[in-house]
């Protein structure tokens, strides 16, 4: 059974940083695409980043390209999301996923078999 635990969120101030944590259990992350998405109070969930099974390559939504990294640690079957420059509408809850392959848009990740539980993002003042 493939289950994701997200870690790592909090309060933080703008400008700040945090690096999110999505632990794998139950598969080899090898075999699965990761992303990571978000959704705010009274908004639609967005895809935020996302990292391939093949060959690493990364895709980001246009807002925190340059602030955010998403990366894999197969040998702690993890993939994470540091998140610097933190600002108000970064806040949301997070989300790891897993799928096949990155299709950026509004879907984002393809072919979705498992989702994290969530961690809450706040940033402010």
């Known amino acids: 059974q493939v289950q994701l635990v997200e870690s790592g969120g909090g309060l933080v101030q703008p400008g700040g940083s945090l690096r999110l944590s999505c632990e794998a259990s139950g598969f080899p992350l090898d075999y699965v695409t990761i992303g990571w998405f978000r959704q705010a109070p009274g908004k639609e969930r967005e895809g935020v980043a996302c990292?391939?099974?093949?060959?690493?390559?990364?895709m980001y939504r246009d807002s925190v390209k340059g602030r955010f990294t998403i990366s894999r640690v197969h040998a702690e079957n993890t993939v994470y999301l540091q998140m610097n420059g933190l600002q108000p509408e970064d806040s949301a809850d997070y989300y790891c996923?897993?799928?096949?392959?990155?299709?950026?848009?509004?879907?984002?990740?393809?072919?979705?078999?498992?989702w994290g539980q969530g961690t809450q993002v706040t940033v402010s003042s």
């Open positions: 996923a897993a799928g096949s392959y990155c299709s950026g848009g509004a879907v984002w990740l393809r072919n979705l078999i498992s």
């Open positions: 990292i391939d099974k093949s060959d690493g390559g990364t």
